[in-house]
Protein backbone atom coordinates (compact mmCIF):
# COMPACT_ATOMS: atom_id res chain seq x y z
CA UNK A 1 0.00 0.00 0.00
CA UNK A 2 1.36 3.11 -0.86
CA UNK A 3 0.99 6.07 2.09
CA UNK A 4 -1.85 8.72 1.03
CA UNK A 5 -0.33 11.92 0.75
CA UNK A 6 -0.67 14.31 3.18
CA UNK A 7 -3.39 17.41 2.45
CA UNK A 8 -2.93 21.07 3.58
CA UNK A 9 -6.53 21.50 3.71
CA UNK A 10 -9.77 19.97 4.74
CA UNK A 11 -11.59 21.12 2.08
CA UNK A 12 -9.13 18.05 -0.21
CA UNK A 13 -10.38 15.45 2.34
CA UNK A 14 -13.64 13.78 1.11
CA UNK A 15 -15.63 14.47 4.67
CA UNK A 16 -19.11 14.55 5.16
CA UNK A 17 -20.24 18.24 4.81
CA UNK A 18 -21.20 18.54 8.19
CA UNK A 19 -18.26 17.60 9.61
CA UNK A 20 -16.11 20.00 7.20
CA UNK A 21 -18.97 23.11 7.86
CA UNK A 22 -18.54 22.59 11.32
CA UNK A 23 -14.89 22.90 11.34
CA UNK A 24 -15.05 26.45 10.11
CA UNK A 25 -17.87 26.65 13.20
CA UNK A 26 -14.69 25.64 15.91
CA UNK A 27 -12.30 27.95 14.36
CA UNK A 28 -10.24 24.92 12.65
CA UNK A 29 -9.36 26.69 9.90
CA UNK A 30 -6.26 24.75 8.64
CA UNK A 31 -5.23 21.05 9.33
CA UNK A 32 -2.26 20.96 11.99
CA UNK A 33 0.93 18.77 10.89
CA UNK A 34 -0.21 15.45 12.56
CA UNK A 35 -3.72 16.05 11.36
CA UNK A 36 -2.04 16.92 7.32
CA UNK A 37 -0.09 13.96 7.45
CA UNK A 38 -2.77 11.12 9.17
CA UNK A 39 -5.77 12.17 7.87
CA UNK A 40 -5.64 11.27 4.49
CA UNK A 41 -4.42 7.06 6.35
CA UNK A 42 -7.10 7.45 8.52
CA UNK A 43 -9.72 8.12 5.98
CA UNK A 44 -8.34 5.83 3.79
CA UNK A 45 -9.33 3.26 6.46
CA UNK A 46 -5.54 1.95 7.06
CA UNK A 47 -4.09 1.23 10.17
CA UNK A 48 -1.37 4.12 11.64
CA UNK A 49 1.11 4.38 14.24
CA UNK A 50 0.97 7.95 15.02
CA UNK A 51 4.12 9.46 17.03
CA UNK A 52 3.96 13.08 17.85
CA UNK A 53 3.66 15.65 21.03
CA UNK A 54 1.01 16.74 23.42
CA UNK A 55 -1.00 19.23 21.73
CA UNK A 56 -0.58 18.79 18.59
CA UNK A 57 -3.98 18.32 17.35
CA UNK A 58 -4.13 14.05 17.70
CA UNK A 59 -7.84 14.07 18.69
CA UNK A 60 -9.41 16.01 15.94
CA UNK A 61 -7.43 13.55 13.79
CA UNK A 62 -8.49 10.37 14.68
CA UNK A 63 -12.24 12.09 15.63
CA UNK A 64 -12.93 12.44 12.49
CA UNK A 65 -11.81 9.31 11.17
CA UNK A 66 -14.55 7.98 13.57
CA UNK A 67 -17.27 10.49 12.79
CA UNK A 68 -16.79 10.15 8.90
CA UNK A 69 -17.47 6.56 8.79
CA UNK A 70 -20.08 6.40 11.75
CA UNK A 71 -23.54 4.88 10.85
CA UNK A 72 -25.59 6.98 13.24
CA UNK A 73 -28.67 4.96 12.72
CA UNK A 74 -27.08 2.18 13.85
CA UNK A 75 -27.08 1.97 17.57
CA UNK A 76 -23.65 -0.16 17.71
CA UNK A 77 -20.22 0.66 19.00
CA UNK A 78 -18.60 1.94 16.21
CA UNK A 79 -15.72 3.17 17.48
CA UNK A 80 -13.66 2.76 20.86
CA UNK A 81 -10.80 5.48 21.90
CA UNK A 82 -8.44 3.91 24.78
CA UNK A 83 -6.71 6.30 26.78
CA UNK A 84 -4.71 6.29 30.43
CA UNK A 85 -6.95 8.35 32.78
CA UNK A 86 -10.09 9.90 33.41
CA UNK A 87 -9.41 13.16 32.13
CA UNK A 88 -8.04 12.28 29.18
CA UNK A 89 -11.01 10.50 28.27
CA UNK A 90 -13.43 13.02 29.18
CA UNK A 91 -11.27 15.58 27.17
CA UNK A 92 -11.64 13.43 24.18
CA UNK A 93 -15.17 12.62 24.75
CA UNK A 94 -15.69 16.03 24.39
CA UNK A 95 -13.88 16.94 21.35
CA UNK A 96 -15.33 14.28 19.66
CA UNK A 97 -18.77 15.43 20.70
CA UNK A 98 -17.73 18.94 19.50
CA UNK A 99 -16.70 17.77 16.44
CA UNK A 100 -19.96 15.90 15.99
CA UNK A 101 -22.46 18.95 16.53
CA UNK A 102 -23.74 19.28 13.11
CA UNK A 103 -24.35 15.46 12.63
CA UNK A 104 -27.55 14.22 14.20
CA UNK A 105 -27.89 11.80 17.22
CA UNK A 106 -24.31 10.86 17.74
CA UNK A 107 -23.44 9.20 20.89
CA UNK A 108 -20.07 9.00 22.60
CA UNK A 109 -19.83 7.57 26.22
CA UNK A 110 -17.59 7.73 28.35
CA UNK A 111 -16.77 4.87 30.47
CA UNK A 112 -13.78 5.42 33.26
CA UNK A 113 -13.33 3.94 36.43
CA UNK A 114 -14.42 5.77 39.93
CA UNK A 115 -17.45 6.34 37.91
CA UNK A 116 -20.33 4.03 39.37
CA UNK A 117 -20.60 0.84 37.78
CA UNK A 118 -24.80 0.29 37.12
CA UNK A 119 -24.84 3.48 35.87
CA UNK A 120 -22.84 2.77 33.44
CA UNK A 121 -24.70 0.07 32.35
CA UNK A 122 -27.88 1.57 31.88
CA UNK A 123 -26.22 4.02 29.91
CA UNK A 124 -24.81 0.97 27.97
CA UNK A 125 -28.48 -0.24 27.32
CA UNK A 126 -29.52 2.90 25.81
CA UNK A 127 -27.32 2.37 23.28
CA UNK A 128 -23.89 4.28 21.92
CA UNK A 129 -21.72 4.88 18.98
CA UNK A 130 -18.54 5.69 20.19
CA UNK A 131 -17.44 4.29 23.87
CA UNK A 132 -14.38 6.25 25.49
CA UNK A 133 -12.36 5.26 28.65
CA UNK A 134 -9.58 3.69 30.54
CA UNK A 135 -8.95 0.00 29.85
CA UNK A 136 -9.80 -1.55 33.69
CA UNK A 137 -13.00 -0.30 33.67
CA UNK A 138 -13.98 -1.40 29.66
CA UNK A 139 -12.65 -4.44 29.78
CA UNK A 140 -14.90 -4.98 33.28
CA UNK A 141 -18.06 -4.58 31.38
CA UNK A 142 -16.20 -6.53 28.42
CA UNK A 143 -16.23 -9.76 31.81
CA UNK A 144 -19.58 -8.48 32.86
CA UNK A 145 -20.71 -9.02 29.37
CA UNK A 146 -22.56 -5.41 29.65
CA UNK A 147 -20.34 -4.35 26.57
CA UNK A 148 -20.47 -5.84 22.89
CA UNK A 149 -17.50 -4.85 20.78
CA UNK A 150 -18.87 -7.24 17.72
CA UNK A 151 -19.71 -4.58 15.87
CA UNK A 152 -16.63 -2.09 15.91
CA UNK A 153 -15.07 -0.59 13.10
CA UNK A 154 -12.06 1.10 14.56
CA UNK A 155 -10.03 0.97 17.88
CA UNK A 156 -7.78 4.24 18.65
CA UNK A 157 -5.03 3.15 21.61
CA UNK A 158 -4.62 7.21 22.69
CA UNK A 159 -1.15 7.84 24.73
CA UNK A 160 -0.29 4.24 24.64
CA UNK A 161 2.94 4.98 26.11
CA UNK A 162 1.41 6.16 29.19
CA UNK A 163 -1.44 3.27 29.11
CA UNK A 164 1.80 0.58 29.40
CA UNK A 165 3.37 3.05 31.87
CA UNK A 166 0.36 2.98 33.95
CA UNK A 167 0.31 -1.42 33.97
CA UNK A 168 -2.54 -1.39 31.40
CA UNK A 169 -0.76 -3.79 29.27
CA UNK A 170 -3.26 -6.88 30.63
CA UNK A 171 -6.56 -5.00 30.40
CA UNK A 172 -5.50 -3.52 26.65
CA UNK A 173 -4.52 -7.29 25.40
CA UNK A 174 -8.01 -8.79 27.41
CA UNK A 175 -10.10 -6.04 25.45
CA UNK A 176 -8.34 -6.71 21.95
CA UNK A 177 -8.79 -10.61 22.51
CA UNK A 178 -12.46 -9.77 22.24
CA UNK A 179 -12.28 -7.51 18.98
CA UNK A 180 -13.61 -8.14 15.63
CA UNK A 181 -11.80 -8.42 12.60
CA UNK A 182 -10.65 -6.92 10.25
CA UNK A 183 -11.19 -3.51 11.75
CA UNK A 184 -8.97 -0.33 11.58
CA UNK A 185 -6.79 0.09 14.20
CA UNK A 186 -5.30 3.44 15.21
CA UNK A 187 -2.10 4.32 18.19
CA UNK A 188 -1.14 7.18 19.19
CA UNK A 189 2.00 7.22 21.24
CA UNK A 190 4.86 10.12 22.26
CA UNK A 191 7.41 7.94 22.59
CA UNK A 192 8.19 4.42 21.51
CA UNK A 193 9.58 2.06 23.84
CA UNK A 194 9.96 -1.63 22.33
CA UNK A 195 6.74 -2.74 23.87
CA UNK A 196 4.78 -1.27 22.40
CA UNK A 197 5.84 -1.64 18.55
CA UNK A 198 5.35 -5.66 20.26
CA UNK A 199 2.10 -4.70 20.88
CA UNK A 200 1.63 -3.14 17.76
CA UNK A 201 3.14 -5.77 15.25
CA UNK A 202 0.24 -8.21 17.36
CA UNK A 203 -2.50 -6.01 16.63
CA UNK A 204 -2.34 -3.89 13.65
CA UNK A 205 -2.71 -4.59 10.00
CA UNK A 206 0.02 -3.19 7.70
CA UNK A 207 0.61 -0.05 9.79
CA UNK A 208 1.62 3.13 8.53
CA UNK A 209 4.17 4.86 11.00
CA UNK A 210 4.35 8.92 10.62
CA UNK A 211 6.31 10.81 13.18
CA UNK A 212 5.74 14.25 13.38
CA UNK A 213 8.43 16.37 15.15
CA UNK A 214 7.16 20.26 14.75
CA UNK A 215 3.90 21.69 16.09
CA UNK A 216 2.20 23.49 14.15
P1 LIG B 1 -3.10 16.14 21.42
O1 LIG B 1 -4.06 15.02 21.63
O2 LIG B 1 -2.23 15.94 20.24
O3 LIG B 1 -2.33 16.46 22.66
P2 LIG B 1 -5.47 17.77 21.17
O4 LIG B 1 -6.20 16.88 20.26
O5 LIG B 1 -5.87 17.74 22.60
O6 LIG B 1 -3.91 17.47 21.09
O7 LIG B 1 -5.54 19.26 20.58
C1 LIG B 1 -4.92 20.35 21.19
C2 LIG B 1 -5.74 21.61 20.95
O8 LIG B 1 -5.71 21.99 19.59
C3 LIG B 1 -7.20 21.45 21.30
O9 LIG B 1 -7.59 22.59 22.04
C4 LIG B 1 -7.92 21.44 19.96
O10 LIG B 1 -9.21 21.98 20.07
C5 LIG B 1 -7.01 22.28 19.10
N1 LIG B 1 -7.04 21.94 17.66
C6 LIG B 1 -7.00 20.71 17.12
N2 LIG B 1 -6.98 20.77 15.77
C7 LIG B 1 -7.00 22.08 15.44
C8 LIG B 1 -6.98 22.79 14.20
N3 LIG B 1 -6.92 22.17 13.03
N4 LIG B 1 -6.99 24.15 14.25
C9 LIG B 1 -7.03 24.78 15.42
N5 LIG B 1 -7.06 24.17 16.63
C10 LIG B 1 -7.02 22.84 16.65
MG1 LIG C 1 -4.37 13.72 23.15
Known sequence: MTTPAPVTTFDSLSLNPSLLN?????GYHQPTSIQTQSLPIILAGEDLIA???????????????????????????????LCPTRELADQVAEEIRRLARQMPNVKVLTLCGGSNLAAQQ??????????????????EHLRQQTLSLSGLKTLVLDEADRMLEMGFQPAIEAILATLPTPRQTLLFSATFPDAIAQMASHVMHNPITIKVAIQH
Open 22 to 26: NLTSL
Open 51 to 81: QSKTGSGKTAAFGLGLLQQLDSKDFTIQGLV
Open 122 to 139: SSLQQGAHIIVGTPGRIE
